[in-house]
């Protein structure tokens, strides 16, 4: 797997190699040329108490975005370059960082998804990979400096969950200092997550899944209930073996998560921050149903970003996304849709993992087969004798219930009523050698269990588990800009996606590689065929895209000449200011009276347009000599962060 790491890392710093030349632009400009945070002779605490744009944090005009590890990134490359960026602007230094990064996150997924099930394989972890090493989302957080607080994020959001795998693999072998060891790396890990970029935090909270889905043979529900202390539905064998479970381990987890969170709002002073009608139009709507159905429909664009990138912007804020003032707006049918389907394939996985669980049903001694998985990833089948105890009481909860019985190589799978399991199996041990299973009145279907069918069963828990952690992966990271908890400073933000790109890239390459080894196993080549050509071609896509894209973030000019379809208020403001500042002032004039046709009440536009037009009469009049410095060395206006 490490040549896997290898390639993976190398093919990511490739295909954003060509942004190595690029300076800085957009928010770049505030958050390190304009901010003295960054500057080599500003005091070290300073950091940690100013927000990413270097506002104190108690300030009523703070922006409340808390990355001191990012700022201090910045800062190092600052000295790196030779200190004061402000006289000697010079980027190349920040960008190679933000391509070495983006490379080591690149490895660690590939690393975290070959510890999966059944993805030694190659047939399993090319696809799985494949869709997050070239996806063009991408591009903002690795082209753009700013984007340096998401993809460090990801990094070590990835080294939590790689340490949390480690410290559990040590508490099943009872090593009492590793285990330790490990669970604060991972803490460590996600608290450096959170100091990059807030929503780092949620790591946690996947780890927690992560337990819940792989790391014991419960179901969900029924770790959530011994969490809770509440009884679980499950026989008294299963309850004694929960007491192993190491509950201890998931309640660390979100004793610590809550315990993140409080310091950061403490350092905040205990409120959040607000923002202008143009960043978050939805937040300001007093309509109740406009602020609903328009929150409700953007995880639904989100996710269509990621599905279908075929369009990009720099900014998606003021009115690049109208409002959704109607329950009769077209887009309401894609947001149910949407919902419904995410309901769906969670409650059809959940129920995959109670229905393939082997139960034994009746209270004799009997032989008990399992399928697990062992440390090469391969499948084997393990038999123990064991004696259950009466378990059936409650017949309602063994209706329809998986009987195997032993045989000679092979089993029987026998569903009985909840009548036959009451009066039949829950009985003495008389009873049973009196009751002929073969027989059974109620039987109401037999067939033959060997040990493929019991593989293929196993085979179906483990795609459930990951297709599981794929959504967790996915929605998780997102909930902090669902303006579910507080209303966030951006509409959409293609950097915010970094993190749950991965957990998309995992639902879209294991969805692929079930493909594949669907048509391996049933000799389908043309299927095969198909399945493998859509694979290259979506790496073509995909790495083409980004590679174009890349181009985009060059300088501020491309930059907004790419969102003028978007977004073409602020993309028309933004480029009238550079042309502007280059002395093009008939260009600006165009493009500043262009942007006040989409937004009229624009009150920097109008008055960097009085700004053009006079800088241009002067110079056609030879007198521009004579105007005060003020005019030449006029800033661009304000820039918010998204």
């Known amino acids: 797997m490490l040549w896997a790491c290898v390639v993976s890392g190398a093919v990511a710093f490739f295909i954003y190699s060509n942004t190595l030349d690029f300076g800085f632009v957009y928010d770049d400009n505030r958050a390190i040329l304009s901010n003295d945070d960054v500057l080599p002779e500003t005091p070290l605490s300073d950091l940690w108490l100013h927000d990413f744009w270097g506002t104190p944090l108690r300030h009523s005009g703070s922006h409340g975005s808390y990355r001191p590890l990012t700022t201090l990134s910045f800062k190092l490359n600052a000295l790196w370059a030779g200190g004061d960026l402000r006289a000697v602007p010079s980027s190349k230094g920040f960008h190679v960082v933000n391509v070495v990064l983006h490379s080591a996150t690149t490895a660690a997924f590939t690393w975290w998804i070959g510890l999966l099930p059944s993805s030694h394989a190659s047939a399993s972890l090319a696809p799985r990979i494949i869709p997050n090493l070239f996806h063009p989302v991408h591009t903002e957080a690795v082209s753009g400096l700013v984007g340096r607080a998401d993809v460090g994020a990801a990094f070590f959001f990835l080294l939590a969950l790689l340490a949390y795998k480690a410290h559990l693999h040590h508490r099943d072998k009872r090593s009492g200092f590793v285990q330790m060891m490990?669970?604060?790396?991972?803490?460590?890990?996600?608290?450096?997550?959170?100091?990059?970029?807030?929503?780092?935090?949620?790591?946690?909270?996947?780890?927690?899944?992560?337990?819940?889905?792989?790391?014991?043979r419960h179901t969900p529900v029924e770790v959530l209930q011994h969490l809770l202390k509440r009884p679980c539905r499950c026989d008294?064998?299963?309850?004694?073996?929960?007491?192993?479970?190491?509950?201890?381990?998931?309640?660390?987890?979100?004793?610590?998560?809550?315990?993140?969170?409080?310091?950061?709002?403490c350092l905040a002073g205990g409120h959040f921050p607000r923002f202008s009608t143009a960043d978050n139009p939805a937040s300001r709507s007093e309509s109740l149903l406009t602020r609903t159905l328009t929150f409700l429909y953007l995880p639904v664009f989100?996710?269509?970003?990621?599905?279908?990138?075929?369009?990009?912007?720099?900014?998606?804020?003021?009115?690049?996304?109208?409002?959704?003032?109607?329950?009769?707006?077209r887009r309401n049918l894609s947001t149910l849709t949407f919902y419904c389907a995410f309901i769906v394939v969670v409650f059809r996985n959940i129920k995959c993992l109670n229905v393939n669980k082997p139960v034994i049903a009746f209270d004799t001694i009997v032989k008990r087969t399992t399928v697990d998985v062992n440390e090469n990833n391969a499948y084997q089948v393990n038999s123990e004798w064991l004696k259950s105890t009466n378990n059936l009481h409650d017949p309602s909860k063994f209706k329809d219930a998986q009987t195997y019985h032993s045989s000679i190589n092979q089993f029987h799978l026998k569903q009985y009523h909840r009548t036959c399991n009451l009066t039949k199996n829950n009985s003495t041990l008389l009873a049973h050698r009196r009751c002929n299973f073969n027989q059974c009145s109620c039987e109401i279907a037999v067939q033959k269990l060997d040990t493929s069918i019991a593989i293929k069963m196993s085979k179906n828990r483990d795609d459930s588990k990951v297709i599981l952690m794929a959504i967790f992966l996915l929605a998780v990271p997102f909930l902090p800009a669902t303006n579910l908890v507080a209303y966030v400073g951006f509409v959409v933000a293609e950097r915010v996606l970094y993190i749950s790109s991965m957990g998309h890239s995992l639902l879209?390459?294991?969805?692929?590689?079930?493909?594949?080894?669907?048509?391996?196993?049933?000799?389908?080549?043309?299927?095969?065929?198909?399945?493998?050509?859509?694979?290259?071609?979506?790496?073509?896509?995909?790495g083409s895209k980004t590679w174009l894209r890349n181009f985009d973030w060059c300088d501020e000019e491309s930059l907004y000449r790419s969102g003028l379809d978007i977004n073409p208020p602020k993309a028309y403001g933004n480029l009238g200011n550079i042309l502007s500042v280059q002395g093009r002032y008939t260009e600006a004039e165009m493009y500043y009276r262009r942007a006040l046709t989409f937004r009229p009440n624009m009150a920097d536009v109008h008055y960097n347009l009085t700004s053009s037009v006079f800088k241009k009469r002067y110079t056609d009049?030879?007198?521009?000599?004579?105007?005060?410095?003020?005019?030449?060395?006029?800033?661009?206006?304000h820039k918010v962060d998204c």
């Open 302 to 329: 989100n996710f269509l970003l990621l599905l279908c990138p075929t369009t990009l912007s720099f900014d998606w804020s003021m009115d690049a996304i109208p409002l959704i003032t109607s329950i009769i707006d």
């Open 236 to 265: 008294q064998n299963d309850c004694q073996d929960s007491k192993k479970i190491q509950e201890w381990s998931s309640r660390c987890l979100i004793v610590s998560f809550c315990i993140f969170i409080c310091a950061r709002a």
């Open 508 to 542: 879209v390459g294991h969805g692929l590689a079930r493909m594949i080894a669907w048509s391996v196993e049933r000799r389908i080549k043309w299927q095969q065929f198909l399945v493998i050509l859509f694979t290259a071609v979506l790496l073509v896509v995909f």
């Open 182 to 216: 490990y669970i604060v790396l991972c803490l460590l890990s996600a608290l450096c997550s959170m100091l990059t970029k807030e929503h780092g935090v949620t790591v946690l909270l996947v780890c927690v899944l992560y337990e819940m889905l792989f790391n014991n």
């Open 621 to 637: 009049t030879g007198l521009l000599s004579s105007v005060d410095q003020d005019w030449q060395n006029y800033d661009s206006p």
